[in-house]
């Protein structure tokens, strides 16, 4: 029977570094050539990440880091590198003296003539590093960090809430090797806001032994001796699976490790809500398996990661990004006290103007022309006031999705009863006993061109509570709102009234010739105010 054919990947890397292993024996050095050649303990590097998947199981009972954000998972001590070995690269992508080098991955120990054996200087991708300069004064404002300050684009000017691309490593190192972008946020109270830093996406690391290009240079496995056991993915590799919300991922090991494996580990960390929300937004089932079912129910990019200790207790690790995109325009809300107070999301109809709610006294009086809780979930619930007209159901003239588009939701049953998925829809209502501690999602999966919806956050408990409002255009994130430092203040309300309502964003759906739909997001501000967020107290004006 034939031996199954490997990766290319893996095997144009195994053909490579048999070579440097025979050099390494020529050269009679291998032993002290390399810093990366120190052997950690057998159990170390594995334990910690398995302790990092147990702090992502404990974030159930809602602790979070102190910047906010759950802890990330994957993380391993900072001297261990995934291969089993100290590490004395950095992986903060900086360019170092501003342009020489790798991205700030050094090579200790190694000379210039096996550094030329290992990665040929006419393979090297240059840094592209610009001598020092403000990025905004120069007009270099492309989601880049052109002079490697470590700061992308500061200085330009933004629109408060926008989210686009950026690239957190050398200018010239984008796309390379293991590189993506990730996303970075427009911030600031005034009129004009400023970028925040670059997270997510993957900058240059350590160069490791795992058949990918880590530090980006242009080189893969450029290390002395490197022989992988497996090859790591890259951006666009066909073996990264993508999906949907709410749709079954499976992460299979075997598609990236080919070794003898005694422990596998895989760990996933989300986007803007998994950061605020008291319970990861997404299921990881079978992680200390070969392969795991990931399920999202959110839209977004997830950072996955696979460890595996090898036989010989050496550590392979891959670190890839995964693309969940549900289609069309999809409206999130999340918040830290999303288990104590019942914060609702509504979505206007394309074009109304109409008050939010009937009677400016009754909280329970939503406006029918909008969707919310009352009208686009699976299963209608409430009446109008006053003559106890139950809701109708949202209707704003689009066809219905099939089942795949929502049966995999926490209301999934109630949707397959119904034999389809209504479009507008709400995935469920975080009312605090249907839903508790989850997100809320707004979604239309095929809006038409040049239509013009209305988000608005409604404090129905009345409590304190910091809002977050993201929106996605084709499973990409476009715009963030209510994010820290640019919180939503005293967003709380005495009874009596509809109380506290936060008109967020108008939202505009653009379709190009081809079909392909772009969003524009306008950030809502008080009457005649150029800065704050448009929050009033028992006002239900549009």
């Not at 390494?24 to 334990?47: K, N, Y």
């Not at 592209?128 to 992308?152: F, I, K, N, Q, S």
């Not at 129910?297 to 996955?304: C, E, F, K, Q, R």
């Not at 400016?360 to 007209?389: H, V, Y």
Request: proline residues 8%.
């Amino acid at each position: 029977m034939d031996e199954p054919e490997q990766p290319r990947a893996w095997r144009e890397s195994a053909s490579r570094h048999a070579v440097r292993a025979l050099v390494v024996v020529l050269v009679a050095c291998c032993a002290a050539c390399s810093a990366r050649e120190q052997a950690l303990p057998r159990d170390a590097g594995f334990d910690a990440v398995e302790d990092a998947g147990e702090a992502r199981d404990a974030a159930h009972d809602g602790d979070v880091g102190d910047d906010g954000a759950a802890p990330r998972d994957g993380d391993v001590p900072a001297d261990a590198s995934v291969d089993g070995s100290a590490s004395d690269a950095g992986s903060d992508g900086g360019a170092g003296d501003g342009g020489a080098g790798d991205g700030g991955v050094s090579d200790a120990g190694v000379d210039a003539g096996m550094e030329e054996l290992l990665c040929p200087l006419a393979r090297r991708v240059p840094t592209g590093c610009t001598p020092a300069l403000d990025e905004g004064v120069a007009g270099l404002c492309e989601g880049l960090d052109d002079d490697c300050d470590g700061l992308v684009d500061e200085g330009c000017p933004c629109a408060l809430g926008e989210v686009r691309p950026c690239f957190a490593g050398p200018p010239g190192r984008r796309d390379v090797g293991a590189c993506t972008d990730g996303t970075q946020q427009c911030e600031g109270g005034f009129e004009i806001g400023m970028w925040g830093p670059c997270v997510g996406g993957l900058a240059p690391a350590a160069e490791t032994c795992n058949g990918l290009d880590d530090d980006c240079n242009g080189c893969a496995d450029d290390l002395v001796g490197c022989i992988p056991e497996g090859a790591c993915p890259g951006p666009d590799d066909p073996r990264i699976p993508s999906g949907t919300p709410f749709a079954t991922i499976a992460l299979r090991g075997r598609d990236f490790f080919t070794g003898d494996a005694a422990r596998w580990s895989w760990m996933v960390e989300g986007g803007p809500c998994d950061g605020v929300l008291p319970r990861p937004s997404f299921i990881l089932a079978d992680r200390t398996r070969e392969t795991a079912n990931f399920v999202p129910s959110l839209s977004g990019d997830y950072t996955v990661t696979l460890t595996v200790e090898t036989a010989d207790g050496a550590l392979f690790r891959c670190v890839f990004v995964v693309h969940v995109r549900g289609p069309g325009l999809r409206v999130e809300l999340c918040y830290p006290e999303s288990t104590s107070v019942d914060l609702d999301l509504f979505l206007s109809a394309p074009g109304s103007t109409s008050p939010w709610f009937l009677d400016p006294r009754d909280k329970f009086s939503a406006t029918p022309s909008a969707c919310g809780w009352q009208n686009c979930e699976a299963i209608l619930r409430g009446s109008m006031a006053p003559g106890g007209i139950p809701y109708p159901r949202a209707d704003w003239g689009y066809a219905s999705s099939p089942l795949a588009a929502c049966e995999g939701g926490p209301l999934g049953a109630e949707w397959a009863a119904l034999g389809a998925c209504a479009n507008p829809r709400l995935d469920i209502d975080n009312n605090l006993s249907e839903g508790i501690g989850v997100a809320e999602n707004i979604n239309i999966d095929a809006p038409r061109d040049g239509e013009r919806f209305r988000v608005m956050v409604h404090n129905f408990t009345g409590l304190r509570a910091r809002p977050l409002v993201n929106v996605y255009c084709e499973g990409r994130r476009v715009a963030t709102f209510g994010a820290a430092p640019d919180e939503v203040p005293t967003f709380f309300a005495s009874p009596g009234g509809v109380g506290a309502m936060w008109r967020v964003a108008d939202v505009t759906t653009r379709l190009d010739a081809s079909g392909e739909l772009s969003c524009d997001v306008d950030l809502l501000r008080p009457p005649w105010r150029w800065t704050g967020y448009d929050v009033t107290y028992d006002d239900p004006r549009f």
